[in-house]
Each structure stands twice: as C-alpha cells, then as structure tokens.
C-alpha cells in the first residue's frame, strides 16, 4: 500500500512534471473514446452524463495532453464498487486526502507510467459541473479568450514546472473573469 505522505513511495505518474503540448486535434476523439468507454463502466452506477472538458477539449488550444473527463453523480454511495470496475481498465483511483479536493472523486488513467487522462466525478448538487461546462463553452465561442488562457498557461508551466497545485491556483483569477463575464 502507498503510504501517500511519502512521496517517494508514490507512482511515477503522480509527480511528473507539467507540459504543455501544442493543440492536437485528436485530443477530441481522445475524448469520445473515452466518453464511450466511461459510459460503459459508470452506467450500471446510474452515472450517465460524462462530458469531456478542460483545454483538450477546446480547439486549438495548447494544453497538458491529458484528457479530462467529467461525470456527475446523485452520492458517492457507490465508490468502492466503482473504484474496482475502474481498476481493472487502469484508472487509478486518487483518494480525496491526497486529492485535496473534497467536492469529486479524481481517477487518473495511466498508460505506460504516464497520465493520459483524468476523470472527474462531481456531485450534482456542486457548482463544479456547471462551471467547468461554462467555461469550455466559453472559450470555444470566444477564440480571444482562449488564446489569453493559451498564453497563461504556458507561462504558468515554466514558473510552476513541479508544482500542479500551483499551476493550477494560479489560472484561478482567469477561470472567475471568464464565468463572470456577461
């Protein structure tokens, strides 16, 4: 077992460093194969609606290339039963005390030792789900925005290279300017 305060104890996956790739148009059919696998697997679960979202799911925008996928559920009743169907197809479940983030559960799919996508499930009830659909709507109607997002991202992965919380917290401020807007 992973003692998760030891980081020298953890998968090679879990502290890579960030990249940002350029815009690859295969990340959206990246993001239906895995739409179509998650169906399968989370739908017994009555986890039905699974969106993909984040950078790779906007156009032309350079992002870390991996694809983020989101699911909503009514309770997190069923998460062990859903931790081991998801094992099995090498998402690796990501408890919320080294998650750091209460509101969802996080899997990362893990091929090769590197993350190729991560899956998000929220609750129903959170803010989370509608936000984060806004704001990729957002900046698929507004190619300016995103190429404001695509220049602070690649700023932010050089000054927070090891440091995903950091790069993350950072792009912050942008998020809540763009699902502010009116």
Sequence with gaps: MTDIHNEST????????????????????????????????????????????????????????????????????????????????????????????????????VINDKRVAHLHIVLQQGEQWKNQLLFRDRLIAHPEWAEQYAQLKQKLAIDNKDDREAYTQAKTDFVQKVLSHH
């Design 10 to 109: 953890w998968p090679v996956w879990a502290t890579e460093a960030i990249e940002i790739a350029q815009p690859d148009p295969q990340w959206v059919e990246q993001g239906h194969m895995y739409k179509n696998e998650l169906t399968i697997l989370l739908t017994p679960f009555a986890i039905n609606d699974i969106q993909h979202f984040g950078s790779t799911a906007i156009p032309h925008l350079p992002a870390k290339p991996i694809i983020d996928m989101m699911a909503i559920t009514d309770s997190f009743d069923s998460l062990p039963a859903i931790i081991s169907v998801l094992e099995k197809e090498n998402w690796n479940y990501v408890p919320p005390e080294l998650d750091g983030k209460e509101h969802r559960r996080f899997f990362v799919k």
